[in-house]
């Protein structure tokens, strides 16, 4: 601590350069945080996602559908808690191209499954008398200014009406709160009842079954039960946790990871040889200042050290600025809004100290040896 | 003139002594070429997905959807609608005087990706009977055309390299049935090469989800696409709308290109800020180390412009290696790579990286930007540099 003077003395001897040095790893750590932030926020997604809820869809396709009579078939299934469904409605409002992400459910079931949804007694009171009544997410609410009472048109391009028509009218009976399970998560239900009896084709067609068990540990077996019940009938089904459901939908997307990490590791080789080269230069410039602390007494070993903390202080500081600066765009509004309830993973925190830690050695290592080797009669002599 | 003749020998010298101050001209060239690879790599995706979409356009095609539906998948048309298309003025007829067009039904099918194993969603498009008339890009390669009325089916080439489980002979299956694969097809590069093709009728057939999603229909000449729409959309018995089928991938595809494209400017953008550090790094330093040589020059009555001009076209030169670096790496390693997402609104869509040369003029433009102002501001030191105290401070 008692060299804590002479380390900072060195790091400001040409105030630029290690300002502009510094710089270039903050945002580097930046982007850093925010790839593997967001690599890692789809897996906390996945993660967040209960264990102990199952997703049934039909096993051709989800697209396909299943009929209403598997219901009763499901919900007899030892360890079976409570199950709830939901029918793909193709919502939009005005525009085609305005989505609203919209399903005919059954809403006592969806709450029971749904356990951490908060909604209030007097709204599904409402939503059970109300046949063409609509329960919205705040979100929803909030982004389009529908207010309980209002009445709202939803197109659809999947569903006809049995009048002929594309445009169903809803009346808004309630809202709740689903921000725990993110914003990809559908926001504008409708009496299933109401739907079927509506709609002119596709009766008794479910998209999801979504079914909540007593125990988690029993996931996998009472999927393969779920299957069984209904292998080589027409309409055979595919069980899946909630978890295996999320990482396959992400998977339709592409490989995300590989693309993130591609991305640090160019960004990672860039900065290595940025920084390494800073501190060599640093090193050069102060060849005869180095022989000077040598000749006042200094070891070889507490030169190396001086000039190897030096690299330290630089990287582990700017690493943890641009850390933080990731993480505060993470629990910013629009993130919160995406994945619910975003904080920066610890493990991407880890991740980038070890990253700090490593290239203050690999950057500071090399010139902190040529410190180290300096001999002090060459070194003042300038040869 | 005398300006440019000083310009250009304090340039020469600069560029004469670069390559002593290699290691740190280093810095520049590779913090560009980082940059520019990652950019034009990203960019490849949305221009390859857009080169595929453009390839599934014809000029003289159209698409018929339901009103109000954006995308084949939730469109549907019933037979009757059908019947009244294949009377509509605009539509081309073969020799024997049949309507060119094909009702289409669409179903998503689940496939599994060879890397990983994943399960995708996969368009098995039932066409009809005329599909070499409509659509005479689509060729065999491999086995045969599937046979109307028994569950066959050919494969594009892209899904068949993708997918497993989709070689010839193999089976796939949908609701209620199983198809047998006989053929592998090729169509031009488009979108058709990641579905899968079977017949219609015997699509419909077998699993009693009765309407057609979409019409595609070829016209007698492009000039007719207005003509056709308008009898279409005059008819008060059909419920229909027609997209010209290029503006139809256009849009199907808008979406997820544009995001990509934003993920990459946002990436590119942030790297490149990092990269302007470290340019104004390197120069600040090239200009201190020629402190003494600069203060000479000015002495002997060097102008501040020759100054400036020489520093920046050494920091442009560099970055311009670095942008053709980092463009050539992106080439060499992505262009040409297959890659699939399911972020269109048609199931899984194949496409290959494409670095064209276009991108990698964008890569370049972006790392001269990049060294023009990493290059200004040491530039405008070395202008600056008061010449008693430059020469003295040596």
């Known amino acids: 601590m008692k060299y804590f003077s002479l380390i900072w003395a060195g790091l400001w001897r040409k105030r630029t350069r290690t300002v502009f ?4 790893v903050v945002v580097a750590f930046l982007l850093f945080g925010l790839l593997q932030g967001f690599n890692q926020g789809f897996h906390t997604l996945e993660s967040n996602q209960d264990l102990d809820r199952l997703y049934i869809t039909a096993k051709s396709n989800m697209t396909d559908g299943l009929p209403i009579a598997h219901l009763s078939r499901i919900k007899s299934v030892p360890g079976v808690k409570a199950v709830s469904h ?13 989505p609203v992400p919209a399903f005919a459910t059954d809403v006592d079931g969806l709450f029971a499954v749904y356990k951490e949804m908060k909604v209030k007694p007097e709204y599904l009171d409402a939503m059970r008398k109300t046949r063409n009544g609509a329960l919205i997410s705040e979100a929803i609410a909030k982004a389009r200014g529908w207010k309980v009472g209002d009445r709202v048109p939803i197109g659809t391009s999947i569903w006809t009406k049995k009048d002929g028509g594309s445009t169903w009218d809803f009346e808004i009976v309630g809202t709740f709160d689903a921000s725990r399970y993110g914003q990809g998560f559908p926001g504008f239900y409708m009496n299933y009842t109401y739907f079927d009896e509506t709609s002119a084709f596709g009766h008794g067609v479910i998209h999801y079954y979504l079914v909540s068990i007593v125990d988690p540990h029993q996931a996998q077996q009472i999927s ?3 299957d069984a019940l209904f292998a080589n009938s027409s309409f055979e089904t595919q069980t899946q946790t909630e978890s295996a459901m999320v990482l396959q939908a992400l998977k339709q997307l ?4 590989f693309i993130a990490n591609s991305i640090v590791g160019a960004v990672m080789f860039t900065l290595l040889f940025l920084t390494a080269n800073t501190m060599m230069q640093s090193v050069r410039e102060r060849t005869s200042e180095l022989a000077v602390l040598k ?24 690493a943890a600025m641009g850390l933080l600066v990731s993480s505060a765009v993470f629990s910013s509004p629009p993130m919160k809004a995406m994945f619910g309830n975003p904080h920066m993973p610890a493990i991407v925190i880890g991740m980038g100290a070890a990253i700090a830690l490593l290239l203050s050695f690999a950057s500071g290592l090399p010139p902190a040896w040529r410190a180290r080797q300096l001999n002090i009669v060459d070194a003042l002599a300038g040869r | 003139m005398k300006l440019f003749r000083q310009i250009a020998a304090v340039t020469a010298m600069n560029l004469r002594s670069l390559p002593q101050r290699a290691a740190t001209s280093l810095v520049i060239v590779i913090g560009i070429a980082g940059v520019v690879a990652v950019l034009t790599s990203v960019l ?9 979409m453009n390839n599934s356009g014809r000029d003289d095609r159209v698409i018929v959807l339901r009103n109000g539906s954006t995308n084949e998948t939730s469109s549907a048309i019933n037979r009757d609608s059908l019947r009244l298309i294949m009377d509509v003025p605009g539509v081309k007829r073969d020799d024997a005087g049949k309507p060119i067009l094909s009702g289409e039904a669409l179903r ?6 060879k890397e990983d194993g994943s399960q995708v969603n996969v368009v098995l498009r039932g066409v009809g009977p005329q599909l070499p008339e409509l659509r005479p890009e689509v060729r065999i390669v491999e086995g045969r055309m599937f046979n109307p009325a028994v569950n066959e089916v050919i494969v594009g080439k892209s899904a068949a390299a993708q997918y497993s489980g989709v070689k010839l002979g193999d089976h796939v ?27 219609a009728e015997t699509l419909i057939t077998s699993d009693g989800r009765g309407s057609f999603q979409n019409v595609t229909v070829m016209l007698d000449s492009p000039a007719s696409f207005q003509k056709f729409k308008d009898a279409l959309t005059s008819n008060p018995a059909l419920s229909l709308d027609v997209w010209k089928e290029r503006d139809y991938y256009e849009q199907a595809s808008k979406g997820i290109s544009r995001v990509i494209s934003f993920l990459a400017y946002i990436v590119g953008g942030i790297m490149a800020v990092g990269a302007v550090f470290g340019a104004l790094n390197t120069m600040y330093s090239a200009v201190s180390e020629r402190l003494r040589e600069i203060a000479t020059l000015r002495a002997m009555g060097f102008g501040a412009a020759a100054m400036v001009v020489s520093v920046l076209a050494e920091a442009l030169l560099l970055a311009a290696i670095g942008g053709a670096i980092g463009a050539a790496i992106a080439w060499a390693f992505f262009n040409g790579n297959t890659v699939s997402t399911g972020g269109t609104a048609m199931g899984q869509l194949i496409f290959d990286l494409t670095v064209s040369p276009r991108l990698m003029l964008v890569g370049i433009v972006w790392a001269a930007a990049i060294g023009l102002i990493g290059g200004l501001f040491p530039a405008i030191r070395a202008a600056r540099l008061p010449v008693a105290t430059a020469l003295r401070a040596i």
């Open chain 1, 21 to 24: 040095t510094m710089l270039s």
């Open chain 1, 86 to 98: 939901w029918t793909y409605f193709g919502g939009f409002y005005q525009n085609a191209k305005d």
């Open chain 1, 224 to 226: 393969r039960q779920i």
């Open chain 1, 254 to 257: 592409g490989d995300l990871s």
């Open chain 1, 295 to 318: 000749t006042l007494g200094f070891s070889d070993g507490k030169v190396l050290l001086l000039v190897l903390t030096e690299a330290l202080v630089l990287c582990l500081f700017a």
């Open chain 2, 44 to 52: 490849a995706m949305s221009t390859g997905m857009i080169k595929t």
């Open chain 2, 108 to 113: 998503l099918i689940s496939l599994h990706k």
């Open chain 2, 173 to 199: 299956s949908s609701r209620r049935t199983t198809w047998t694969v006989v053929g592998i097809f090729e169509s031009g590069g488009d979108s058709h090469q990641s579905e899968v093709m079977a017949d």
